[in-house]
C-alpha cells in the first residue's frame, strides 16, 4: 500500500480535492437541496413523491402516465459521496468493463458448485449481475428503491460518529426512461413518436449491454443509464422494494453518465439531505414503521444486525431516561 506522502505532488493534491470536496458537501448542503433536521422535516420532504402504487395510473405497457411521475430513492450515509456502483470502487484506475468481465467469468464458472438455487441462463446477465449484487460482489449495478423510507433507513444505519448531513437520492423514473429511450432511438435510427415509440424495458437493458465499439464511442459522448428491474427477484430485493440503475456507457463513470443523459431534462432529480444528529429519532421511527435490518435482510445475517441494532437505539435510550 501506498502511503499519501508517496504520492507524486500531482496525485497528491488531486486527493486532497476530492477530500475536501466530499467533507464540504457532507456539512454544507446545497441551496437547491431539500434539508431535513428532524422526522417531521423528512415527513413534510417525502409528502412531494407518490406513495401509493394504487394511486398512479399505467398504460398498456405498465408505465406510468407522464403526468405521473413513479420516484425511486438511493441513500447514502455520506452527503458528499457520488453515485458510484461497486465494480467503479473497488478497480481503481484498472478498466471495470475488463474487471466486470473477468468477475463474471470467474463467479459463472463455479457458482454451480456452492449456489442450490437453480442458475441463470448463461445469456442472461442481468439475472446474473442481480445474484452477483445480492452476494455482494463487485458489479455495475447500483441499488435504488421505490420507498423513500427504505432508503433513509440505509443513508442512517450505521452508526457514524460524524457530523454533518446523509443524503437521500430521489430520481423520477419516468423520466429517467423516457432520456434512455431517447438515446436507444438515436443510435437505432428511429425517429422520434415512430412505429414503436414504447421502446420495450427489456431492449433498453440489453442496449446498455452492448460492447460494440460504434455503439460505446457514441454512448460516451452522451451517456446512457438504464433502468433494471429483475424478472426474479431475491428475497433481499422483494424486501426492499427494490430495482437498479445500470451504465451503459463503457467510457464514463456511472454520475458522468447520467448527468451527460439527463442534461437536458428539467426537475429530474431531488437531493434531501437528513442531519445525522436526528438518526437515532429516525431509526426508532422507522423501526415502529416495521423498516429495520431484519425486515429488509430476511435471514440470518439480518437478524443479527437488526438486534445489535436495537440494542444501540434503545437500551441507550433507556439509560439515558434511567439517568434523568
Request: a negative charge; hydrophobic letters at 40%; glycine letters at 6%.
Amino acid at each position: 500500500m501506498r502511503l499519501a506522502m508517496d504520492l507524486p505532488d500531482s496525485g497528491l493534491a488531486e486527493a486532497q480535492s476530492a477530500l475536501t470536496g466530499i467533507m464540504d458537501a457532507h456539512t454544507h448542503p446545497p441551496s437547491n437541496a431539500v434539508v431535513c433536521r428532524c422526522w417531521k422535516d423528512i415527513l413534510k420532504a417525502f409528502q412531494s413523491f407518490p406513495s401509493q402504487p394504487e394511486d398512479w395510473l399505467f398504460d398498456d405497457q405498465g408505465e406510468p402516465f407522464p403526468a405521473d411521475p413513479l420516484w425511486i430513492f438511493r441513500g447514502q450515509a455520506n452527503a458528499g459521496w457520488h453515485l458510484s456502483p461497486t465494480i467503479e470502487r473497488n478497480v481503481g484506475k484498472v478498466s471495470w468493463v475488463d474487471a466486470e468481465r473477468t468477475i463474471f467469468e470467474e463467479f459463472s464458472s463455479r457458482a454451480h458448485l456452492y449456489v442450490k438455487d437453480p442458475l441463470p441462463s448463461i445469456d442472461d446477465r442481468a439475472l446474473w449481475w442481480s445474484l452477483m449484487q445480492h452476494l455482494e460482489m463487485p458489479t455495475r449495478l447500483l441499488d435504488f428503491t421505490f420507498s423513500p423510507y427504505v432508503a433513509l433507513f440505509f443513508a442512517l444505519q450505521q452508526f457514524q460518529p460524524l457530523t454533518g448531513f446523509a443524503k437521500v437520492w430521489a430520481i423520477d423514473l419516468h423520466v429517467l426512461r423516457e432520456a434512455s429511450r431517447s438515446v436507444y432511438r438515436q443510435l437505432e435510427g428511429m425517429r422520434p413518436g415512430g412505429l414503436n415509440p414504447n421502446i420495450p424495458k427489456g431492449d433498453l437493458v440489453k442496449k446498455a449491454m452492448s460492447s460494440t465499439s460504434i455503439t460505446n464511442w457514441r454512448l460516451d459522448h452522451g451517456g446512457f443509464v438504464v433502468a433494471l428491474e429483475a424478472t426474479q427477484a431475491n428475497p433481499r430485493l422483494a424486501y426492499q422494494q427494490g430495482l437498479f440503475l445500470m451504465n451503459g456507457a463503457f467510457g464514463s463513470n456511472f454520475e458522468q453518465s447520467l448527468d451527460g443523459m439527463m442534461a437536458s431534462q428539467k426537475d429530474w432529480r431531488t437531493l434531501i439531505y437528513v442531519d445525522r444528529e436526528c438518526r437515532a429519532e429516525v431509526l426508532r421511527r422507522l423501526f415502529q414503521m416495521n423498516i429495520h435490518e431484519f425486515s429488509l435482510f430476511p435471514d440470518v445475517t439480518g437478524l443479527g444486525r437488526y438486534a445489535r441494532l436495537k440494542a444501540e437505539l434503545f437500551c441507550r435510550q433507556q439509560a439515558m431516561e434511567d439517568d434523568e
